[in-house]
């Protein structure tokens, strides 16, 4: 991984050309009412690891939804021609029904559970993440050099992905459900880069300012309802509608160098005294607390 730095409008252009190959493994999770609404709602990002594919997600998102009384369905962009995810209203997502889906592991501490769908396998398998080496990258380059993005004169190559909770509607004549992923430029607060070992302490826990969520980059060519979900996240400012921007739990974390490296899960965010906040566990934690929990598991199955 190399360092790139661009200037400001540069680094609008990057991003904006780059959200689409990023929400190709942005997934969303709701919970259906017996008209169809969306309910209870999370973000989710589909894993490779080996040769699994995975959901990962918050563990509040999947006791909210999956396994709970009303239906879920997880929802997936469709890929254009050049593989990249496609937005707008009149290209409905790929939606699953995913009420009874395995829930493979979960960790309360760092707010994590993973699900295995049986219908992922007929996904392609570019839209995963690869599990092992953004974690690897996480933990031996991000962690350690987070202050190396904060200063105002360098690139801020981190994005924050979720679906916010106006971010999904009924278009009764179409007879579809019209979805909008919102991706927003964070910087880092703050970000403990100690080695978390399960049981051992708190996780440690990266800190996000999307304070910049005014000025950040949308992506080309909104649709309508896009363009309402963008504003109406932007500019709510009452308490009860802070919530426009809830919904984004369980969402990814991507670092934007050479490539797009999953570096965290979203746990929870929102406006703090005006400045929209996210804290997140640190996927390299994630993925090595996995690995251990499958580690365990597999010796007390001999």
């Given at each position: 991984m190399?360092?790139v ?13 780059r ?7 942005v997934?969303?999770l709701f ?13 989710g ?11 990962f997600?918050?563990s509040?998102?999947v ?11 997880l929802?997936?962009?469709?890929l254009g021609a050049?593989?990249?995810a496609v ?5 409905p ?10 829930i493979?592991?979960m ?7 993973v699900?295995?769908i049986?219908?992922?396998e007929e ?5 995963f993440?690869d599990g092992?080496g ?14 190396e993005f904060?200063s ?5 190559p981190?994005?924050v992905?979720g679906?916010?909770n106006?971010g999904?509607?009924i278009d009764?004549d179409?007879?579809c ?15 403990d880069?100690?080695v ?5 302490h ?5 800190h996000?300012?999307l ?10 060519d909104?649709s309508?309802?896009d363009?309402?979900?963008?504003q109406?996240?932007r ?8 919530e ?10 991507f ?18 005294f ?7 566990s640190?996927w390299?934690d ?9 580690l365990?598991?597999?010796?007390s199955?001999?």
């Amino acid at each position: 991984m190399e360092d790139v730095v661009l200037s400001s409008l540069e680094t609008v252009a990057e991003l904006n050309r780059r959200i689409p190959r990023i929400l190709r493994a942005v997934v969303g999770l709701f919970g259906l009412s017996d008209d169809g609404r969306a309910i209870a709602k999370g973000t989710g990002v589909l894993v490779r690891i080996g040769s699994r594919r995975l959901v990962f997600t918050a563990s509040h998102v999947v006791t909210g939804t999956t396994g709970a009384a009303l239906p879920t369905v997880l929802c997936l962009f469709p890929l254009g021609a050049n593989s990249e995810a496609v937005t707008g209203c009149f290209l409905p997502p790929q939606m699953f029904d995913v009420s009874s889906s395995s829930i493979v592991w979960m960790n309360k501490e760092l707010d994590v559970a993973v699900l295995a769908i049986p219908e992922l396998e007929e996904i392609p398998v570019s839209r995963f993440v690869d599990g092992e080496g953004d974690a690897i990258i996480t933990r031996t380059k991000l962690k350690p050099r987070w202050r190396e993005f904060t200063s105002d004169d360098a690139y801020v190559p981190f994005m924050v992905c979720g679906f916010p909770n106006l971010g999904v509607d009924i278009d009764f004549d179409n007879r579809c459900h019209i979805v909008s992923c919102l991706p927003s430029i964070a910087e880092i607060s703050s970000w403990d880069d100690s080695v978390w070992t399960p049981g051992d302490h708190p996780p440690p826990q990266c800190h996000f300012d999307l304070s910049s969520i005014d000025s950040s980059p949308a992506a080309p060519d909104l649709s309508p309802w896009d363009t309402h979900i963008e504003q109406a996240t932007r500019l709510t400012p009452s308490e009860i509608e802070n919530e426009a921007f809830g919904g984004i739990s369980g969402g990814p974390v991507f670092c934007i160098e050479t490539g797009e490296f999953l570096c965290a899960l979203v746990k929870e965010g929102g406006r703090v005294f005006g400045p929209v906040r996210v804290i997140a566990s640190s996927w390299d934690d994630v993925y090595y607390a996995f690995l251990d929990a499958e580690l365990n598991l597999n010796r007390s199955a001999r």
